[in-house]
């Protein structure tokens, strides 16, 4: 008999940031002593299954590494990433419904373009399962629903020009807290238009505005749009008692929020309130996916839980109401944007590596090819301590490329080379499944 959960647990004891890091392998160790504790491991509707390790091919087919991924990630990068994969195993074979990788080192903050480590992140786990469940399974229309309290600003840079991804991220107010960014009018390039929801939410914000977000906003654009797999990226630190950001999530909304999201398959993000939290709100998903209950899934200092306050909620209704109309709205403001950006629609932004003080100004094309999706180009002047300025240039090509668009990206890369502007110069192309250097 198909079981209901699979679980993935990696907590990577050789990897940290710093020896007292938030982000250290505690945030995994408490959370399975308490799954051991309750004695989740021995339903017999969940299921524990060993992490693989992901291979290079997996990360180039997402990730372009300035000069090269290899000497930016460690061995556990790639078995966290491997323990995301074994849960995409564990639900495409149907051994089970929905599988949960608690995995750590985390990964949204990751962008397509790497030059080192940001908010934690270096190579970005989510997006290397999307792109391995379409290589290995001929998946087209995913979404992926960001619930971290950071926005997922990774994610949302590798999916921004791809239309058969919804990326969905509520999280704390990029005015408040980093990475700055996650704001209603990141809709996504053209070609994507609206496939991008940032849902930034303001300090304060409880159960009750995260479901009235839920079942107004997220739940319907869900069903308009049809995904083959919902993926949660499943962030925790919205939690009233983490110490990175401002939030009043409790475990109760988290487990709600998993029951009604039906993600066939999560992978923990951040959380950082290791034993206030993290073991209540773990447990509690773990239940809520695996079909139990878990009415009984209380943190002990739940009075310390702030209430939510009236201006708080009528913001929240008010945005809400917004995004409803823009959804509406999607496939005429689409196609008023395409007509605006002409033939190649274009960004200019500043990239800040914290964990690695590196500065990156990208300036970004995309064709408006009236055929496919188009080719995407990325010009990168790196900043790097000790190393000076590091400079790329990429030619991306999606899948379903057009013939046209295949040439022309191949095209532009091969001139930039001869112009010799740059250091590095890359080729990826999505169909053929290969990252080249030139």
Known sequence: MKKQLGLVFFPAFDWAISPTHPERQERLLYT????VEEGLLDLPQIQEYKPRLAEYADVNRVHIGVPAISPLITEAHLVSAG???TAVEAVMKQEVKRAFALVRPPGHHAMRMV???????TINIEAIMVEYLRK???IRRVAIVDTDVHHGDGTQDIFYHDPDTLFISFHQDGRTL??????MEEMGSPNAFCTTLNIPLPPGTGDEGLHAVLDGLILPALADFKPEVIINSAGQDNHYSDPLANMAITAQGYAKLAEQLKADIAVLEGGYSIEQALPYVNVGIVLAMAGLSYAEVVEPDIQRCPGQSAATTAYIQ???QKWQGIWRARHDLSRQAKLAAGDFWHRNRSIYYDDSGIYDDQRERVRMCPHCVGYHIIESQAEHPGQGLVSAFAAILPRFACPQCRKDGQDAVHAAKRQGRYQHYFLQDKEQDFLEKL
Do not use: K, L, V
């Not at 980093?178 to 704001?183: D, K, Q, V």
């Open 178 to 183: 980093y990475p700055g960014t996650g704001f």
């Open 318 to 320: 008010e945005m809400i």
């Open 32 to 35: 399975r002593d308490q799954i």
């Open 115 to 121: 030059h080192g480590t940001r908010g934690f992140c």
């Open 136 to 138: 290995n399974y001929g």
């Open 83 to 85: 323990g995301a994969i």
